[in-house]
């Protein structure tokens, strides 16, 4: 399933992700020619394509220099199944913690999800029409067929009307019927032009805050028994489900909400989920993709210590298996992950990747080391992605009305503010320009229903809040 992402070429990969990373440029390279080798592989004879794994990354820089984002903007581009999680979650099986298989068991999670809702997008325009049916009938209820009058006959009419002749009790009952037909049919087409003019008004968008009352399937929630390992919790509903037709509920909702949760219950009804499944695992097998971040967290050093370590290089030995390629079972299925690619990340400014256990090191064969942040990097953080931070903050004063405006002098002071704190107390990285900004628009915050004018913060304005905030290296420190 070769989807949109694969079909980029390297450097359109590298221009998506400019938009929101600043520099970096190594890491995001690596990243867009794994990704493309992804496409490559799909289109490979079948015996090749078993042959070619995917070529794991090992990612080290300093905490906020972009790690995370490249993976999280990853997941975002990507319609494969993706799955981020901390090394320092898992311990080595027998201590207490998760178990490295989850992170297998997360992925396959992740690509039912997707699966699942690119099946429910292609039926969502049949669930639509049946839906807007629905949503009629319980505008307009139509009549429940009454059984026929004079269903049935007594022996004394049998008897009366043996002579050859209708009783005048039969002919009364039948010109009853005849009526009662009439009648009927009268109310049928009065009710089938009422719904005509009930379907046009919701087609105009006129009955959207109408309250109705519809019937839904009522799933309990939270009726999960879990057995304290991982993938082995039981949903009781599920052991009686096929036993009992699904329970209904009665709920009053308006139009609008009605038509979301019935087009929802209707393209449940309507997709396979076996065949979600089976999508879903070739999916998570062939096109998966586990960052695990944190990862210098369980290399140990040269020095055996004892306490927490202890369990470290078990979690390492026991990642192993799975970065190589082994099954995994999952309640869906087992989940083959000889191709999955895994991208490792860590600051490693205590331990070095050589501190890893060499068949783990030798299982991230690229190796891209992302650069500290100077300071022309955090004027472009400021002011270059969509989502810049300064873009950010003067949206939300804007929401109560208060313009704010940044002068080029104010940002380069900002950024210089920052690259000094890293640089004097810990390097955070683009972290540091949160702390930043919040303490330099505090004041406007909390002040803001009292303001009126529009507000231009100059390179003094920033000078004069973060005073106190950078002031000359503590000598002390160094005094014994």
Do not use: C
Not at 202 to 208: T, Y
Not at 332 to 350: M, P, R
Not at 462 to 467: D, F, G, N, S, T
């Amino acid at each position: 399933m070769a989807n949109t992402l694969y079909k980029m070429t390297p450097k359109e990969i590298v221009a998506e992700l400019d938009k929101y990373i600043i520099g970096q440029d190594e890491a995001k390279k690596s990243v867009a020619i794994a990704l493309r080798n992804r496409y490559r592989r799909s289109l490979l004879p079948e015996e090749m394509k078993e042959e070619v794994t995917p070529k794991n990354i090992l990612m080290m820089g300093p905490t906020g220099v972009g790690k995370t984002e490249i993976a999280r903007r990853l997941a975002k581009l990507m319609d494969a199944p993706f799955v981020k999680v901390e090394a320092t979650k898992f311990t080595e099986v027998g201590y207490v913690g998760r178990d490295v298989d989850s992170m297998v068991r997360d992925l396959v999670e992740a690509a039912i999800r997707i699966t699942k809702q690119n099946r429910l997008q292609e039926k969502y325009s049949i669930a639509e029409e049946i839906a807007e049916e629905k949503i009629i009938e319980a505008i307009i209820p139509g009549k429940k067929n009454a059984p026929a009058a004079g269903g049935t006959r007594s022996p004394f009419d049998f008897i009366l009307g043996s002579g050859g002749y209708p009783s005048q009790k039969q002919q009364y009952e039948e010109s009853k019927m005849l009526e009662q037909k009439q009648e009927e049919e009268k109310e049928q087409s009065e009710t089938e032009l009422a719904r005509e003019q009930v379907r046009q008004q919701l087609k105009d968008g006129l009955l959207e805050e109408q309250f109705i009352e519809i019937e839904v399937v009522d799933s309990p929630k939270g009726n999960m028994l879990d057995m304290s390992n991982e993938g082995m919790s039981i949903a009781i509903g599920n052991i009686f489900g096929d036993m009992m037709p699904p329970k209904k509920k009665k709920k009053k909702t308006r139009v609008k909400d009605a038509r979301k949760l019935l087009r929802e219950q209707e393209a449940q009804n309507l997709i396979d989920m076996d065949q979600v499944t089976d999508e879903a695992l070739a999916n998570a097998e062939q096109n998966g993709m586990i960052f695990i971040d944190e990862i210098d967290k369980i290399a140990s050093g040269s020095s055996y210590r004892s306490g927490a370590d202890v369990s470290r290089e078990g979690v390492q030995r026991d990642i192993l298996p799975i970065v190589e390629g082994s099954v995994v079972n999952t309640k869906y299925g087992s989940v083959k992950t000889d191709h999955i690619l895994f991208i490792g990340a860590g600051a490693f400014h205590v331990a070095k990747p050589t501190d890893l256990i060499p068949e783990l090191q030798g299982r991230f064969p690229i190796r891209v080391e992302l650069g500290n942040l100077t300071k022309e990097s955090f004027v472009q953080i400021l002011t270059k992605p969509e989502n810049a931070l300064l873009k950010q903050h003067k949206m939300l004063l804007e929401t109560e009305g208060i313009k704010v405006e940044f002068d080029e002098s104010a940002v380069d002071e900002i950024a210089n503010m920052a690259f000094i704190m890293n640089e004097q107390t810990e390097n955070i990285g683009a972290r540091r320009l949160h702390t930043i900004m919040e303490k330099l628009l505090e004041e406007i915050s909390f002040n803001i229903p009292e303001m009126k004018e529009d507000i231009v913060i100059d390179r003094s304005y920033v000078q004069e809040k973060l005073r106190e905030k950078v002031q000359p290296e503590d000598i002390d420190k160094y005094i014994l």
